[in-house]
């Protein structure tokens, strides 16, 4: 890797002291490892078909899947390219952005601050962040941003110029006079209004009450203690070996559909690191899921923070901190959270009962992606293809 990665170096006291609300150790890899239930390492071919069948069927690119069953990886596979020019194949290790799966990573960084005191989620947001004062923005809180009850705006109609896309944020603080000028879209808690503008809001929030770079808290709190190695903010500015291309069936900015195969710019993301600018594999990202299974790898408060959906007096949102928390249509529990942008379809479905994860990314924004059929049904289908599996 060439440049610095913004990973905050060694840890601090702050990630020494909050790490042990994140009890991972190496429990994450003994929970379960001696499991007495089967895992379905039978189900690899009915997983493969399962997969096969989307890429064909969108003709991505590349994509990559992962699976943990009882806390073993039982499924890992790169299909396709990571550069078609180069015929460069996926891997396993390879990275992809992962668009607003990245929101799960600052929702959980926040549960674990406010598990541990560090932060209020109820407090006005202007506690942590007084240049953020629109007009009826005195009762938005850090749970209502989180759970897309703020009222904050996400992305005006053709914001994101060509220009936008290549201005590089340096710091997340800056990403709030972006918005500090708007005016609310909805009084704040009562009604959900999906907004990475608010998950910004967040970032800023967590790193003034740490006062630690954002980047460096994540990292402190989530990517080491979980030994996510291949996790990381990314920054288009600098080389990073194994960091795929990204392709689309629609112009990069207008979106119009187009039948032939366009390469997607090496957009700046960096205006959106609370809300989607992470680079990782999918064994990255289902290693994170396993922290949201059961207690031990976060502290029971924080789970619960992640877990219980956060209502709006208009009703409910289906989010907890930085996570969906609706049940399947069977309904098992479920935690789960996906993303996509133009060259970007990802997910990761966590089931806590049958401690299966399921992670799929692709760096193609393929033909009929609109319908988001590889980011919600096709994690469980594979799901479904891992509880089928006879045992060993």
Same mark, same amino acid.
């Given at each position: 890797?060439?440049?610095?990665?913004?990973?905050?170096?060694?840890?601090?006291?702050?990630? &020494?002291?909050?790490?042990?609300?994140?009890?991972?150790?190496?429990?994450?890899?003994?929970?379960?490892?001696?499991?007495?239930?089967?895992?379905?390492?039978?189900?690899?071919?009915?997983?493969?078909?399962?997969?096969?069948?989307? /890429?064909?069927?969108?003709?991505?690119?590349?994509?990559?899947?992962?699976?943990?069953?009882?806390?073993?990886? $039982?499924?890992?596979?790169?299909?396709?390219?990571?550069?078609?020019?180069?015929?460069?194949? $996926?891997?396993?290790?390879?990275?992809?952005?992962?668009?607003?799966?990245?929101?799960?990573?600052?929702?959980?960084?926040?549960?674990?601050?406010?598990?541990?005191?560090?932060?209020?989620?109820?407090?006005?947001?202007?506690?942590?962040?007084?240049?953020?004062?629109?007009?009826?923005?005195?009762? !938005?809180?850090? =749970?209502?941003? %989180?759970?897309?009850?703020?009222?904050?705006?996400?992305?005006?109609?053709?914001?994101?110029?060509?220009?936008?896309?290549?201005?590089? $944020?340096?710091?997340?603080?800056?990403?709030?006079?972006?918005?500090?000028?708007?005016?609310?879209?909805?009084?704040?808690?009562?009604?959900?209004?999906?907004?990475?503008?608010?998950?910004?809001?967040?970032?800023? %929030?967590?790193?003034?009450?740490?006062?630690?770079?954002?980047?460096?808290?994540?990292?402190?709190?989530?990517?080491?203690?979980?030994?996510?190695?291949?996790?990381?903010?990314?920054?288009?500015?600098?080389?990073?070996?194994?960091?795929? &291309?990204?392709?689309?069936?629609?112009?990069?900015?207008?979106?119009?559909?187009?039948?032939?195969?366009?390469?997607?710019?090496?957009?700046?993301?960096?205006?959106?690191?609370?809300?989607?600018?992470?680079?990782?594999?999918?064994?990255?990202?289902?290693?994170?899921?396993?922290?949201?299974?059961?207690?031990?790898?976060?502290?029971?408060? #924080?789970?619960?923070?992640? /877990?219980?959906?956060?209502?709006?007096?208009?009703?409910?949102?289906?989010?907890?901190?930085?996570?969906?928390?609706?049940?399947?249509?069977?309904?098992?529990? =479920? $935690?789960?959270?996906?993303? #996509?942008?133009?060259?970007? /379809?990802?997910?990761?479905?966590?089931?806590?009962?049958?401690? !299966?994860?399921? #992670?799929?990314?692709?760096?193609?924004?393929?033909?009929?992606?609109?319908? #988001?059929?590889?980011?919600?049904?096709?994690?469980?289908?594979?799901? /479904?293809?891992?509880?089928?599996?006879?045992?060993?």
């Amino acid at each position: 890797m060439v440049g610095s990665p913004n990973d905050g170096g060694a840890m601090s006291p702050l990630g &020494r002291t909050l790490v042990a609300s994140l009890a991972v150790t190496c429990a994450s890899r003994g929970l379960n490892a001696q499991a007495r239930e089967h895992t379905c390492t039978e189900a690899g071919p009915a997983i493969r078909r399962l997969l096969q069948t989307m /890429q064909e069927k969108e003709r991505n690119v590349g994509l990559s899947a992962a699976i943990m069953h009882h806390g073993r990886l $039982v499924y890992s596979e790169g299909l396709g390219f990571a550069d078609l020019e180069h015929r460069v194949p $996926v891997t396993p290790r390879s990275l992809f952005t992962v668009a607003s799966t990245g929101k799960a990573f600052t929702g959980t960084t926040l549960a674990i601050l406010a598990d541990s005191g560090v932060i209020d989620l109820d407090a006005p947001i202007q506690r942590y962040l007084p240049a953020y004062h629109p007009p009826g923005s005195d009762s !938005i809180t850090l =749970r209502l941003l %989180a759970a897309h009850l703020g009222g904050v705006r996400h992305y005006r109609p053709a914001e994101r110029t060509a220009e936008f896309l290549a201005r590089h $944020v340096n710091d997340v603080m800056d990403v709030v006079a972006m918005v500090a000028g708007d005016s609310l879209v909805d009084q704040p808690g009562r009604d959900y209004h999906y907004s990475s503008y608010g998950y910004n809001l967040i970032a800023a %929030a967590i790193q003034a009450a740490t006062h630690r770079p954002f980047a460096t808290v994540v990292a402190d709190l989530i990517f080491r203690p979980l030994g996510l190695r291949d996790t990381r903010f990314d920054d288009v500015r600098y080389v990073v070996e194994r960091r795929v &291309r990204h392709y689309a069936f629609n112009d990069p900015i207008t979106y119009a559909p187009s039948t032939e195969l366009r390469r997607v710019p090496d957009f700046d993301y960096s205006y959106n690191m609370g809300g989607g600018n992470i680079l990782t594999t999918a064994e990255d990202l289902v290693r994170f899921g396993q922290a949201v299974m059961r207690p031990g790898r976060l502290s029971p408060g #924080a789970l619960r923070l992640v /877990q219980s959906e956060i209502r709006g007096t208009a009703g409910g949102t289906n989010w907890g901190l930085g996570w969906f928390v609706n049940p399947d249509s069977a309904g098992r529990k =479920r $935690v789960h959270i996906n993303g #996509a942008f133009v060259g970007v /379809q990802s997910a990761l479905y966590v089931f806590p009962d049958d401690e !299966i994860a399921v #992670a799929v990314i692709a760096n193609t924004w393929g033909i009929g992606a609109v319908t #988001a059929e590889m980011a919600t049904t096709l994690p469980s289908e594979v799901a /479904q293809a891992c509880r089928d599996a006879p045992p060993r």
